[in-house]
């Protein structure tokens, strides 16, 4: 049997087993002589146990090569200065500690390896070369010599834990041990020469080194209660950004902390929400924000502004008054195609460093065009290498970002982070965090038909908000900013008043039986579509919009999933027509003469051989404009018209024969019962019958108009129908006999803007009281001040429930004169609710806003849930925003005592201390509170009755807040408990850190679940084996990278349509290879981004940043 003298760290043969073993059975082990690349002291505590009765321990230590590249310049490399080599080690030293083990026998280590410095037992040293790699130990006697024992092992292992293989799994280690005197001697001479050359570490070093650490500090109760403070909110307390604000422009305290908020979030994320509630000035705060972004980043920043058509004087006003719209374009949200193309100036998308996307929740819609053009832009290139390094910078501005799903969050979250690859502190997925909500979500929105379920929706957004949107928003109500007291004294010295918005006040219309049987029978007629197998069935089959479904099978396989196409169109339109009659019996009326007629064309167009099918093409509006020509004169026209830009007559006009036998009888069925309706209706309208109208101009005469609700005798009304705002007009015109009515639509907004803006803008220069009533559509919900009214009357409910409350801000807005604010709703009826849940849909809508984003008053129901979230205590009675009171408390402290602000700053990991148990207010000794951090999550643990919770920020400051007068107790006594409490915390973080990191296993269940990323990447990889063009094989790896990180929601569904024309086959592939080469080369052209990915968070271990116990 052969004997060898190496040995690999396995099966218990580690460098720690060979020297106890060396130090048990070896006579007159005296001195231990160490060269090593780098020499943990941590891990010093387990080699001095097995060297206690050694006289003399020698340690030469070279300088931490990769720790140099990771935290110095690399030119370091070339000094070797003994000063030099000491600062190095004397900061890993400290770096050791940081990082050791949270344990009371590795600090006793590190303690006893400096007062064994002190007594002589150890000698440390560093060698300043960076060429010195080896690493050999030395077992010696006093004096050695041929007849005496003595050893020497060298290999790879470092004096560190894993290098001794003490860890938990010992790394890979190759080492020899020797015993010939003459390998003894050479490696003692070697060591002589090493140790002549090096650089003394002195006590005093290590005294110097040790202080700045938390063995070294005993901070109080204040200061650590500070210091998670400081940790918490970061520059945002020394962040001292001033801008003079233009004249005309109120400086406003609460909108420059916005800034200083935002523009940290911008930096760390490379995007956020600007979020704060309708009218605080959110225009402002962004425009200060990209002045900002414009000093950092230098004087070639180019800014794109994406707003809604009706907002840009807005936009480009507020830019001038800050003087910085030269650096800036401004594009209306329906036009991003002319920045992707670089028309009309535009320039290039890669020309732009800062998006900023007004009405965001605009693009809340992953599958749209404009969502893909919009995405496109935000992710594509930065031409401008300038100061602020990384990709673009985007802002997205909306009161309401969320609209009706989680999903509608992940889109826009999108926008600015990739969905695999997310910067997020806890979030590292997001297809992986959104998961679970969206299914939450359907499944709440499921059981609606029976009950709302509002506390579930609360939930699910209260989750969302507390795990990722707390992160990358912000949000101000006016709670918030009246409830701190810095804010509310600027309000004051400004003459600012934040109105109160009361309670809706609703009402409801009554009918007598007459007209309800006839509301009710129209509903049924509506709602109750037949199949097309049952065309004589009681309701309506919307037989016009749905041709496609009834064409035969060779003409309909044209249209791909021609019958789900028919089916949406139909019942959009019977949602349209349920919504017009809710809205008023004027406008249902006029929609029920225009059903009329569409559906009259049609059967003439079979009468005439000839039936036009393009949804491209507007046929209908053309027959209209037409008037009063021939019927066959004027398709003959519209052929004639429609076959010049692309489209010949073969794809858009088909023989009757082309048609099943079902819809022609569907048309006429149609036609008839629509007849017979506009009959019934007619006879309501000749009779003067509207009840809801009734009822609105009663309270025009006893409610509205009342002095001590309305002191300044000016009413807004909303309607979604223009149809319906026309015949308000001119009912208060003709009973009323109002000529200070205005009526406004898309159509004559712009020229009515100057009249708008005297009469109901109470920021205007001019003011006037020519008109004292608006009657609008939501033409005027978004981007208008009306707020000389404190009236806001809501004639029927949008379909969109973010319109309410974007109507509601039209009049609640910096500057409002009335200290209330009314909200007069008209709730749809019983029978018609029952068909389209417009009161539970905008219900849960509204929910799904005051819980993920907060509210400050009740729009809709008085069943909403107001939220003010765990940032607001809930025992103060005008719920003072909690994190703006933090936040202001560790600014004082900055401000007006920056010298012990520093000394806070500055404490070490790991600080500590002791507190005595009343402190705690529950009089409990043996608790502990741990705030522990890693790059991907914070949290904050209490250990409480031999059990271990996590709670959150607000918790966790209530318990650790503390007196500056409040004096540390000995931790001591309890010290071992202390560990064990702060390391069962310590486990519990890294098994759940543990679990979010592995997360590829329910990544790729997500992955697969969606088959578009599966078929996408299947498609890439296989094509990429068939491609002979090399350029081509570099683009399918661009495209996979795109389509593994989530960065584009549209390049997924493109390659999967790729995937199914050729059924992911290689043989298919390869017959049609210049075609696909082709579409390749197309989409890498369309979504080629910066190929420097985003910063992903990294995975390092937890840190314990500071810890507390609680004792008698």
Same mark, same amino acid.
């Given at each position: 049997?052969?004997?060898?003298?190496?040995?690999?760290?396995?099966?218990?043969?580690?460098?720690?087993?060979?020297?106890?073993?060396?130090?048990?059975?070896?006579?007159?082990?005296?001195?231990?002589?160490?060269?090593?690349?780098?020499?943990?002291?941590?891990?010093?505590?387990?080699?001095?146990?097995?060297?206690?009765?050694?006289?003399?321990?020698?340690?030469?230590?070279?300088?931490?090569?990769?720790?140099?590249?990771?935290?110095?310049?690399?030119?370091?490399?070339?000094?070797?200065?003994?000063?030099?080599?000491?600062?190095?080690?004397?900061?890993?030293? @400290? /770096?050791?500690?940081?990082?050791? =083990?949270?344990? +009371?026998?590795?600090? %006793?280590?590190?303690? $006893?390896?400096? *007062?064994? #410095?002190?007594?002589?037992?150890?000698?440390?040293?560093?060698?300043?070369?960076?060429?010195?790699?080896?690493?050999?130990?030395?077992?010696?006697?006093?004096?050695?010599?041929?007849?005496?024992?003595?050893?020497?092992?060298?290999?790879?292992?470092?004096?560190?834990?894993?290098?001794?293989?003490?860890?938990?799994?010992?790394?890979?280690?190759?080492?020899?041990?020797?015993?010939?005197?003459?390998?003894?001697?050479?490696?003692?001479?070697?060591?002589?020469?090493?140790?002549?050359?090096?650089?003394?570490?002195?006590?005093?070093?290590?005294?110097?080194?040790?202080?700045?650490?938390?063995?070294?500090?005993?901070?109080?109760?204040?200061?650590?209660?500070?210091?998670?403070?400081?940790?918490?909110?970061?520059?945002?307390?020394?962040?001292?950004?001033? @801008? /003079?604000?233009?004249?005309?422009? =109120?400086?406003? +305290?609460?909108?420059? %902390?916005?800034?200083? $908020?935002?523009? *940290?979030? #911008?930096?760390?994320?490379?995007?956020?929400?600007?979020?704060?509630?309708?009218?605080?000035?959110?225009?402002?705060?962004?425009?200060?924000?990209?002045?900002?972004?414009?000093?950092?980043?230098?004087?070639?920043?180019?800014?794109?502004?994406?707003?809604?058509?009706?907002?840009?004087?807005?936009?480009?006003?507020?830019?001038?008054?800050?003087?910085?719209?030269?650096?800036?374009?401004?594009?209306?949200?329906?036009?991003?195609?002319?920045?992707?193309?670089?028309?009309?100036?535009?320039?290039?998308?890669?020309?732009?460093?800062?998006?900023?996307?007004?009405?965001?929740?605009?693009?809340?819609?992953?599958?749209?065009?404009?969502?893909?053009?919009?995405?496109?832009?935000?992710?594509?290139?930065?031409?401008?290498?300038?100061?602020?390094?990384?990709?673009?910078?985007?802002?997205?501005?909306?009161?309401?970002?969320?609209?009706?799903?989680?999903?509608?969050?992940?889109?826009?979250?999108? #926008?600015?982070?990739?969905?695999?690859?997310?910067?997020?502190?806890?979030?590292?997925?997001?297809?992986?965090?959104?998961?679970?909500?969206?299914?939450?979500?359907?499944?709440?929105?499921?059981?609606?038909?029976?009950?709302?379920?509002?506390?579930?929706?609360?939930?699910?957004?209260?989750?969302?908000?507390?795990?990722?949107?707390?992160?990358?928003?912000?949000?101000?109500?006016?709670?918030?900013?009246?409830?701190?007291?810095?804010?509310?004294?600027?309000?004051?010295?400004?003459?600012?008043?934040?109105?109160?918005?009361?309670?809706?006040?609703?009402?409801?219309?009554?009918?007598?039986?007459?007209?309800?049987?006839?509301?009710?029978?129209?509903?049924?007629?509506?709602?109750?579509?037949?199949?097309?197998?049952?065309?004589?069935?009681?309701?309506?089959?919307?037989?016009?919009?749905?041709?496609?479904?009834?064409?035969?099978?060779?003409?309909?396989?044209?249209?791909?999933?021609?019958?789900?196409?028919?089916?949406?169109?139909?019942?959009?339109?019977?949602?349209?027509?349920?919504?017009?009659?809710?809205?008023?019996?004027?406008?249902?009326?006029?929609?029920?003469?225009?059903?009329?007629?569409?559906?009259?064309?049609?059967?003439?167009?079979?009468?005439?051989?000839?039936?036009?099918?393009?949804?491209?093409?507007?046929?209908?509006?053309?027959?209209?404009?037409?008037?009063?020509?021939?019927?066959?004169?004027?398709?003959?026209?519209?052929?004639?018209?429609?076959?010049?830009?692309?489209?010949?007559?073969?794809?858009?006009?088909?023989?009757?024969?082309?048609?099943?036998?079902?819809?022609?009888?569907?048309?006429?069925?149609?036609?008839?019962?629509?007849?017979?309706?506009?009959?019934?209706?007619?006879?309501?309208?000749?009779?003067?019958?509207?009840?809801?109208?009734?009822?609105?101009?009663?309270?025009?005469?006893?409610?509205?108009?009342?002095?001590?609700?309305?002191?300044?005798?000016?009413?807004?009304?909303?309607?979604?129908?223009?149809?319906?705002?026309?015949?308000?007009?001119?009912?208060?015109?003709?009973?009323?006999?109002?000529?200070?009515?205005?009526?406004?639509?898309?159509?004559?907004?712009?020229?009515?803007?100057?009249?708008?803006?005297?009469?109901?803008?109470?920021?205007?220069?001019?003011?006037?009281?020519?008109?004292?009533?608006?009657?609008?559509?939501?033409?005027?919900?978004?981007?208008?001040?009306?707020?000389?009214?404190?009236?806001?009357?809501?004639?029927?409910?949008?379909?969109?429930?973010?319109?309410?409350?974007?109507?509601?801000?039209?009049?609640?807005?910096?500057?409002?004169?009335?200290?209330?604010?009314?909200?007069?709703?008209?709730?749809?009826?019983?029978?018609?609710?029952?068909?389209?849940?417009?009161?539970?849909?905008?219900?849960?809508?509204?929910?799904?806003?005051?819980?993920?984003?907060?509210?400050?008053?009740?729009?809709?129901?008085?069943?909403?849930?107001?939220?003010?979230?765990?940032?607001?205590?809930?025992?103060?009675?005008?719920?003072?925003?909690?994190?703006?009171?933090?936040?202001?408390?560790?600014?004082?402290?900055?401000?007006?005592?920056?010298?012990?602000?520093?000394?806070?700053?500055?404490?070490?990991?790991?600080?500590?201390?002791?507190?005595?148990?009343?402190?705690?207010?529950?009089?409990?000794?043996?608790?502990?509170?741990?705030?522990?951090?890693?790059?991907?999550?914070?949290?904050?643990?209490?250990?409480?009755?031999?059990?271990?919770?996590?709670?959150?920020?607000?918790?966790?400051?209530?318990?650790?807040?503390?007196?500056?007068?409040?004096?540390?107790?000995?931790?001591?006594?309890?010290?071992?408990?202390?560990?064990?409490?702060?390391?069962?915390?310590?486990?519990?973080?890294?098994?759940?850190?543990?679990?979010?990191?592995?997360?590829?296993?329910?990544?790729?269940?997500?992955?697969?679940?969606?088959?578009?990323?599966?078929?996408?990447?299947?498609?890439?990889?296989?094509?990429?084996?068939?491609?002979?063009?090399?350029?081509?094989?570099?683009?399918?790896?661009?495209?996979?990278?795109?389509?593994?990180?989530?960065?584009?929601?549209?390049?997924?569904?493109?390659?999967?349509?790729?995937?199914?024309?050729?059924?992911?086959?290689?043989?298919?592939?390869?017959?049609?290879?210049?075609?696909?080469?082709?579409?390749?080369?197309?989409?890498?052209?369309?979504?080629?981004?910066?190929?420097?990915?985003?910063?992903?968070?990294?995975?390092?271990?937890?840190?314990?940043?500071?810890?507390?116990?609680?004792?008698?």
């Amino acid at each position: 049997m052969t004997t060898t003298h190496f040995f690999n760290n396995t099966d218990g043969q580690s460098l720690f087993a060979k020297l106890k073993s060396i130090a048990q059975n070896m006579a007159n082990f005296d001195n231990f002589l160490a060269v090593t690349g780098y020499f943990r002291s941590s891990g010093y505590f387990k080699l001095r146990e097995e060297l206690k009765d050694v006289k003399k321990i020698q340690i030469l230590a070279g300088i931490n090569v990769d720790n140099i590249f990771k935290k110095h310049n690399k030119a370091m490399l070339m000094l070797e200065s003994p000063e030099e080599a000491r600062k190095i080690y004397n900061q890993d030293f @400290i /770096d050791d500690v940081r990082e050791a =083990r949270y344990s +009371k026998d590795v600090e %006793d280590g590190i303690l $006893q390896l400096f *007062q064994d #410095l002190k007594d002589g037992k150890v000698e440390i040293r560093v060698h300043s070369s960076k060429n010195l790699h080896a690493k050999f130990y030395l077992c010696l006697p006093e004096n050695h010599n041929e007849s005496s024992d003595g050893w020497v092992i060298m290999g790879s292992s470092n004096l560190s834990d894993s290098g001794l293989g003490t860890t938990q799994t010992p790394r890979y280690e190759l080492n020899v041990a020797m015993k010939d005197y003459d390998d003894v001697k050479y490696c003692k001479d070697e060591f002589d020469k090493l140790w002549g050359e090096s650089v003394a570490i002195t006590t005093a070093d290590i005294n110097s080194d040790i202080v700045k650490t938390h063995l070294g500090v005993k901070p109080t109760p204040y200061e650590l209660y500070i210091k998670v403070l400081i940790d918490t909110f970061g520059d945002q307390i020394e962040d001292n950004f001033t @801008i /003079d604000t233009p004249k005309g422009v =109120r400086d406003l +305290k609460y909108q420059k %902390d916005a800034v200083i $908020q935002g523009y *940290q979030m #911008l930096l760390a994320h490379n995007g956020f929400f600007l979020a704060d509630v309708v009218g605080l000035g959110k225009t402002i705060v962004a425009t200060m924000i990209a002045k900002r972004f414009i000093e950092s980043n230098g004087h070639d920043t180019r800014i794109l502004v994406v707003h809604p058509p009706a907002l840009k004087h807005n936009w480009e006003e507020t830019f001038k008054l800050f003087e910085i719209h030269k650096k800036a374009n401004f594009v209306p949200n329906g036009s991003l195609s002319k920045v992707l193309e670089g028309k009309e100036r535009y320039g290039e998308p890669e020309d732009y460093d800062l998006i900023i996307v007004d009405e965001a929740h605009r693009f809340r819609t992953g599958t749209t065009m404009g969502y893909d053009e919009l995405q496109r832009i935000c992710k594509s290139e930065r031409h401008n290498t300038a100061l602020v390094k990384g990709p673009k910078k985007i802002m997205l501005l909306s009161a309401t970002p969320l609209n009706n799903r989680p999903e509608d969050l992940k889109n826009l979250i999108l #926008l600015f982070q990739d969905a695999a690859r997310c910067t997020v502190e806890g979030v590292s997925n997001l297809d992986v965090f959104f998961a679970p909500f969206i299914g939450r979500y359907k499944n709440a929105m499921s059981r609606r038909n029976n009950t709302v379920d509002i506390n579930e929706i609360d939930k699910i957004y209260g989750d969302i908000r507390n795990n990722l949107l707390d992160k990358i928003t912000v949000r101000r109500t006016r709670h918030n900013i009246v409830g701190d007291e810095s804010y509310r004294k600027d309000l004051t010295k400004q003459k600012i008043i934040f109105p109160n918005i009361l309670p809706p006040c609703d009402f409801t219309y009554q009918m007598d039986t007459e007209l309800c049987n006839l509301f009710y029978n129209t509903l049924l007629l509506l709602t109750d579509t037949p199949t097309h197998e049952m065309p004589n069935d009681k309701g309506l089959y919307y037989a016009r919009y749905r041709a496609i479904e009834h064409l035969k099978e060779e003409y309909r396989s044209k249209y791909k999933g021609a019958e789900q196409v028919a089916k949406n169109l139909a019942n959009i339109y019977r949602v349209h027509m349920v919504k017009r009659l809710e809205s008023s019996f004027y406008a249902f009326y006029r929609s029920l003469e225009t059903l009329r007629t569409i559906t009259e064309d049609m059967i003439k167009m079979f009468a005439d051989g000839r039936i036009i099918i393009a949804t491209e093409l507007n046929v209908k509006e053309y027959i209209r404009k037409a008037g009063d020509k021939d019927f066959d004169l004027i398709l003959d026209e519209f052929i004639s018209k429609a076959s010049r830009p692309g489209f010949t007559a073969d794809e858009f006009v088909f023989a009757p024969e082309d048609f099943d036998e079902h819809l022609l009888p569907a048309l006429e069925s149609d036609l008839k019962k629509i007849t017979q309706l506009k009959a019934k209706w007619q006879e309501i309208e000749k009779k003067g019958i509207d009840p809801k109208l009734d009822l609105f101009v009663e309270k025009m005469q006893t409610e509205f108009f009342n002095r001590k609700q309305n002191p300044t005798g000016k009413l807004v009304v909303f309607s979604e129908s223009v149809d319906t705002v026309n015949y308000l007009t001119k009912a208060l015109q003709e009973r009323l006999n109002r000529t200070d009515v205005l009526s406004v639509s898309s159509k004559n907004r712009k020229a009515l803007e100057t009249d708008i803006r005297e009469c109901f803008d109470a920021n205007y220069e001019k003011a006037s009281d020519e008109y004292n009533i608006i009657i609008t559509s939501d033409v005027l919900s978004e981007g208008i001040n009306l707020h000389r009214s404190n009236v806001i009357v809501n004639y029927d409910t949008p379909w969109n429930a973010t319109r309410l409350m974007q109507r509601i801000g039209r009049v609640n807005r910096i500057g409002s004169v009335a200290k209330e604010i009314y909200n007069y709703m008209f709730y749809p009826s019983n029978e018609g609710d029952k068909q389209i849940q417009l009161y539970n849909n905008a219900l849960i809508k509204l929910q799904g806003f005051h819980s993920a984003l907060g509210e400050d008053a009740k729009i809709f129901s008085k069943e909403e849930m107001l939220r003010e979230f765990k940032y607001f205590n809930p025992d103060v009675t005008d719920k003072v925003d909690k994190q703006l009171q933090l936040m202001r408390e560790v600014r004082e402290l900055y401000h007006n005592d920056r010298e012990l602000y520093k000394k806070i700053k500055s404490l070490p990991l790991k600080c500590r201390v002791g507190r005595h148990e009343n402190e705690l207010g529950k009089g409990k000794e043996n608790t502990t509170i741990a705030f522990i951090q890693s790059p991907r999550k914070t949290e904050y643990f209490l250990f409480d009755e031999n059990k271990l919770n996590q709670i959150d920020f607000l918790d966790a400051v209530d318990i650790l807040r503390a007196g500056k007068e409040e004096k540390a107790a000995d931790m001591n006594p309890a010290l071992d408990l202390h560990y064990k409490h702060v390391n069962a915390a310590l486990d519990s973080f890294q098994t759940a850190l543990i679990a979010q990191l592995d997360e590829n296993s329910l990544t790729q269940k997500i992955k697969t679940n969606d088959r578009a990323v599966a078929t996408a990447q299947k498609f890439l990889r296989l094509f990429k084996e068939v491609a002979t063009d090399n350029d081509v094989k570099l683009q399918c790896d661009e495209l996979n990278d795109y389509v593994t990180d989530g960065k584009f929601q549209q390049l997924n569904k493109s390659l999967k349509k790729l995937a199914s024309d050729c059924k992911n086959d290689k043989t298919a592939m390869k017959a049609n290879e210049f075609e696909y080469e082709k579409v390749i080369g197309e989409l890498y052209k369309k979504y080629h981004a910066d190929r420097e990915k985003q910063n992903a968070i990294s995975d390092e271990d937890a840190l314990v940043i500071v810890s507390e116990t609680f004792v008698k």
